[in-house]
C-alpha cells in the first residue's frame, strides 16, 4: 500500500488527479487533498504519505519550495511535479531536490499511471521508514487513550528500533531522528511548552540520545492534555458531532473547512487545538474503534469490515488498524476470541 497526497490550486484539476490515482489501482490510496503548498507541509506532518504528487505554481508555497522542504528535512518520500511549464530550469532545480518524475499539463491518465509504474521500487525501499513515523505520530496523538508509562515503553521501543539501523542504514537512522526531533519540538512550540531546560547532548552515543528523546517525549506526554482547552468552539463541537455520524462516508479536510467556512489551514489548527487530535487521526480513531467492535462481534471478512468502516483499501485499513492497536485486524479478533 502506497499512501499518496497530492496538491493542486486548481478544484477541477485536483479533483482529476485524485480520481485518476484511485484509477490506478488499489495499492496507491489518497490520504489527503491540498490546495496550496502550506497545507500540503501542514498535511505531510499528519498523515506521512509516502508519496506527494504536486503542482509546481501554488499560493502560499510554491511546489519547488515545498519539495526543497521535504529535501532538507530528509523525509523518506517520493515527489511528483505536475507542471505547465516545460522549463528546462525548473526541471533542473526540481530534480536537484529529489523528484522522481516531472510531468507536464494537461496531464494524462496514461502518462501519470506509467510515472506511478515507474516508483514502485522507491516507494517499497521506503515502506519501512515510514512505518518509523507514521506510528511515532500514532503515539504522540495516543490515540489508544494509553497510561504514561504504557506509551513511554513503546515509544522507548520505537527509538530503540531506529537507533539500531546505524549499522544497517546510517543515513535513514540520521534522517529518522531528525524527523523526529522536528516534530517534537513543533508541537511544544506550537502549544507553548517550554523544552529548553532540555539540551541535547554533545554525546552521540545511543545512551544519550535515548535519554534527550525520552525527556522530550515526557514533557510532551505530561503537559500536552493541559493545554488543550476546555471551551470548543461551536462551529469545532459541530464538526465533530458530523464526522462521528458520517465518519464512514469519505469526508476530506476540505469538506469539513467548507462546512465551518474556515480555510483548511484555519480549520486544521482550530481542530487540533480543541480537540486534541489531528482530523485525519480523529475519523481514523473512530473507524477503528468501529472496526474493533465488528471484529468481537460480527463474521464479516476483514476485508469487508474496512469498507463497512469507510476504507476504500483492505491493506490501508490493517495499516492503519495496526498503528493505532499493536496488533493486525486477524490477531485482534483472535486473541479477543472471536
Given amino acids: 500500500m502506497y499512501t499518496v497526497l497530492i496538491a493542486e490550486n486548481e478544484p ?112 517499497e525501499s521506503l515502506k519501512d521508514l515510514n512505518n518509523y513515523i507514521v506510528r511515532f505520530q500514532c503515539l504522540l496523538e495516543n490515540s489508544q487513550g494509553l497510561a504514561l508509562d504504557t506509551i513511554m515503553q513503546k515509544q522507548n521501543q520505537l527509538i530503540q528500533s531506529i537507533l539500531r539501523l546505524h549499522g544497517l542504514n546510517n543515513n535513514a537512522r540520521v534522517g529518522l531522528l531528525n524527523i523526529l526531533d522536528n516534530k517534537l519540538k513543533t508541537l511544544l512550540n506550537d502549544f507553548g511548552i517550554e523544552f529548553r531546560d532540555i539540551p541535547k547532548s554533545k554525546h552521540q552515543d545511543e545512551t544519550s540520545i535515548l535519554k534527550y528523546y525520552m525527556a522530550m517525549l515526557e514533557k510532551w506526554y505530561l503537559e500536552y492534555p493541559r493545554m488543550v482547552k476546555s471551551s470548543m468552539p461551536e462551529a469545532i463541537a459541530q464538526s465533530c458531532r458530523y464526522i462521528e455520524t458520517n465518519f464512514k462516508t469519505n469526508l476530506s479536510l476540505a469538506e469539513m473547512a467548507n462546512l465551518t467556512n474556515f480555510s483548511i489551514s484555519h480549520f486544521s489548527m482550530l481542530f487540533k487545538e480543541h480537540t486534541g487530535s489531528s482530523f485525519v487521526s480523529y475519523v481514523n480513531r473512530l473507524r477503528v474503534d468501529e472496526a474493533k467492535k465488528l471484529l468481537r462481534t460480527s463474521s464479516y471478512a476483514v476485508s469487508e469490515i474496512a469498507d463497512i468502516v469507510g476504507y476504500a483499501s483492505g491493506p490501508y485499513f490493517t495499516r492503519v488498524f495496526k498503528a493505532h492497536t499493536g496488533v493486525s485486524p486477524l490477531e485482534y479478533r483472535r486473541r479477543m476470541g472471536s
Avoid: H
Avoid at 504519505?49 to 517520493?78: C, Y
Avoid at 511535479?81 to 525548473?90: A, E, L, W
Avoid at 526541471?91 to 514502485?120: F, N
Fill in 12 to 123: 477541477w484539476v485536483l479533483k482529476g488527479i485524485v480520481q485518476m490515482v484511485k484509477a490506478a489501482g488499489m495499492e496507491f490510496q489518497v490520504v489527503g487533498e491540498c490546495s496550496n503548498g502550506n497545507e500540503a507541509w501542514n498535511m505531510i506532518q499528519e498523515v506521512w504519505p509516502m508519496l506527494l504528487i504536486t503542482d509546481i505554481m501554488m499560493p502560499e508555497l510554491d511546489g519547488l519550495s515545498l519539495i526543497k522542504r521535504i529535501a532538507e528535512q530528509r523525509i523518506p518520500m517520493v515527489s511528483v511535479i505536475i507542471s505547465g511549464y516545460d522549463n528546462f530550469q525548473y526541471a533542473q532545480k526540481a530534480m536537484s531536490y529529489g523528484v522522481s518524475e516531472y510531468l507536464l499539463k494537461p496531464l494524462e491518465y496514461e502518462i501519470l499511471t506509467e510515472a506511478l509504474k515507474r516508483s514502485k521500487d522507491k516507494l
